[in-house]
C-alpha cells in the first residue's frame, strides 16, 4: 500500500540556515505530492503539493520537487527563519487509494534558532 | 472565505462515555475527511465522506463513526470511550473527492479521556 518516509527529527538549525527535509514515499501509479506545516496547538496548513513527475510546488520560499525516478518530494527553503519552526509532514494521495484519502509521513520537528 | 471550522475546540470524557464532534467544511467543498493525531501513532485516516456517502475507511474499530449531511458538513462520533481515544481530531475538506485535491483542515478538536 502507499507509504510515506520522512527523515527523523528534530532538525535544530541556526536562522538564514538553508533547509532540507527528506521524503520518499511508496505508491502505485501517480499519487499526488503535499507538504503541510503544524504549529504548535494548531491543525494542518498546506505549504505546497505537486501532481504529476518534474512538478516544482513552491510557496513562502519554500519548494519540492516530484522525482518520480526517485520516489523523492523533498522540502528544501534557502534561508529559513525563527517563525519557520514547526512541524513538517509530507503526504501523499492516489497511487493505490481512492478518494482524498491522505497518507501521512511521520513528521518532522523544527527548531529554528536566532 | 471561511476555513474549516471545528467545534468543540477543547473537550474532556469521562471513559465509557460518548462524543460527538462537529465539522463544518469550506464553502462549496463536498468531501470531507476526519483524521486521528496521536503522538505515538501519528495522523492517520479515520474515513472520508463525499455526497453523505462514506467513501473510504480507515482501520479504526467500529466504535467510530461518521456521517455527512446534505449541507455537507459533518459529524464524528466516537463511543464507548477509552483512554487511547485522546487525541487531536481534525477535519479536512476538499472541493471534490480522488486524489490530486487540495485539502484543507481545520484547526482540530482535541480530546482528552480520563
Known amino acids: 500500500g502507499n507509504s510515506v518516509t520522512q527523515m527523523e527529527g528534530p532538525v535544530t538549525l541556526s536562522e538564514e540556515a538553508f533547509l532540507t527535509i527528506n521524503c520518499t514515499y511508496t505508491a502505485t501509479g501517480y499519487p499526488s505530492l503535499f507538504w503541510y506545516v503544524q504549529y504548535p496547538g494548531e491543525g494542518l496548513q498546506l505549504l505546497l503539493k505537486?501532481?504529476?513527475?518534474?512538478d516544482k510546488g513552491s510557496n513562502k520560499g519554500f519548494e519540492a520537487t516530484y522525482r518520480k525516478e526517485t520516489t523523492s518530494f523533498h522540502l528544501e527553503k534557502g534561508s529559513v527563519q525563527v517563525s519557520d519552526s514547526a512541524v513538517y509532514f509530507c503526504?501523499?494521495?492516489?497511487?493505490?487509494?481512492?478518494?482524498?484519502?491522505?497518507?501521512f509521513g511521520e513528521g518532522t520537528q523544527l527548531t529554528v534558532n536566532p | 472565505k471561511a476555513g474549516v471550522t471545528q467545534t468543540p475546540r477543547y473537550l474532556i470524557k469521562t471513559r465509557g462515555q460518548q462524543v460527538t464532534l462537529s465539522c463544518s467544511p469550506i464553502s462549496g467543498h463536498r468531501s470531507v475527511s476526519w483524521y486521528q493525531q496521536t503522538p505515538g501513532q501519528g495522523l492517520q485516516f479515520l474515513f472520508e465522506?463525499?455526497?453523505?456517502?462514506?467513501?473510504n475507511k480507515g482501520n479504526f474499530p467500529g466504535r467510530f463513526s461518521g456521517r455527512q449531511f446534505s449541507n455537507s458538513r459533518s459529524e464524528m462520533n466516537v463511543s464507548t470511550l477509552e483512554l487511547g481515544d485522546s487525541a487531536l481530531y481534525l477535519c479536512a475538506s476538499s472541493p471534490r473527492t480522488g486524489g490530486g485535491n487540495t485539502i484543507y483542515f481545520g484547526e482540530g478538536s482535541w480530546l482528552t479521556v480520563v
Open positions: 465522506y463525499f455526497s453523505e456517502t462514506q467513501r
Open positions: 505537486a501532481t504529476k513527475a518534474d
Open positions: 503526504a501523499l494521495s492516489g497511487g493505490e487509494t481512492s478518494g482524498s484519502r491522505l497518507t
